[in-house]
């Protein structure tokens, strides 16, 4: 149990484009999920948390407007980057959590802008 | 959020036990342990948490200093699979249990 996915798993997009990417818990219902972005060679960075139903709150350093998270159901939340460009390419990763301690992440969405 | 301090990289022998050590002295009474890995090109896996006593799962055990202010993963008997980079987080309910990721430890399993 306790499965992540994530839709697409890699997206080629020109600059300038909104790309949309879907975290979904499939087995179980997600209290809380996170959005994470990890450069190459570098650690994750948690970008913002997000809870059913209400608006997702931002890391700091992290423009609300470029990356609008929307969490519509306890299984669903989306990531859309608006207005890509070169510098957004990067490996996404969200996870989930059902009310324990420990996060379920997704397999990540390589984005890469041209 | 408290910091961890892990050794940037450790290699291990397949078949042998491995033990991945962490730093934290700041840790506060709250905080719990946790332990994650990431597979290349892969999000994250949970492998263990804890708070004050040793834990054991069929991944890993974790064995917590006596005063909190350090922990070390063990790996009984490591494989081929299990290189992997491996993060030691810090997290309390108190943050929305968020995760900082710090550098992690890379370990490397040879034949």
């Known amino acids: 149990g306790a499965v992540v996915s994530q839709h697409p798993s890699w997206v080629i997009c020109k600059s300038g484009t909104s790309v949309k990417i879907e975290c979904r818990s499939l087995?179980?219902?997600?209290?809380?999920m996170f959005w994470y972005r990890q450069f190459p060679k570098q650690s994750l960075m948690l970008m913002a948390t997000?809870?059913?139903?209400?608006?997702?709150?931002?890391e700091q350093g992290v423009e609300k407007d470029k990356f609008l998270i929307n969490h519509a159901s306890l299984t669903l939340s989306t990531l859309t980057v608006t207005s890509a460009h070169p510098e957004d390419s990067s490996f996404y990763i969200c996870?989930?959590?059902?009310?324990?301690?420990?996060?379920?992440f997704g397999p990540g969405t390589r984005l890469t802008v041209l | 959020d408290a910091k961890t301090t892990q050794p940037n990289s450790m290699e291990s022998n397949e078949e042998e036990p491995v033990h991945l050590p962490c730093n934290h002295s700041?840790?506060?009474?709250?905080?719990?342990i946790h332990w994650y890995r990431q597979l290349p090109s892969q999000g994250p896996e949970y492998v263990i948490h804890?708070?004050?006593s040793n834990v054991n799962n069929r991944m890993a055990s974790l064995a917590i200093a006596e005063d909190r202010k350090s922990s070390t993963l063990i790996l009984h008997r490591a494989t081929l699979r299990d290189a992997a980079v491996y993060y030691c987080?810090?997290?309390?309910?108190?943050?929305?249990?968020?995760?900082?990721f710090g550098t992690g430890t890379r370990l490397q399993v040879t034949l």
């Open positions: 996870s989930a959590k059902r009310g324990g301690n420990e996060q379920f």
């Open positions: 087995d179980f219902q997600a209290t809380t």
């Open positions: 997000s809870n059913e139903g209400s608006k997702a709150t931002y």
């Open positions: 700041t840790i506060s009474g709250t905080d719990y």
């Open positions: 804890g708070l004050t």
């Open positions: 987080i810090l997290s309390n309910t108190g943050t929305a249990s968020k995760l900082t």
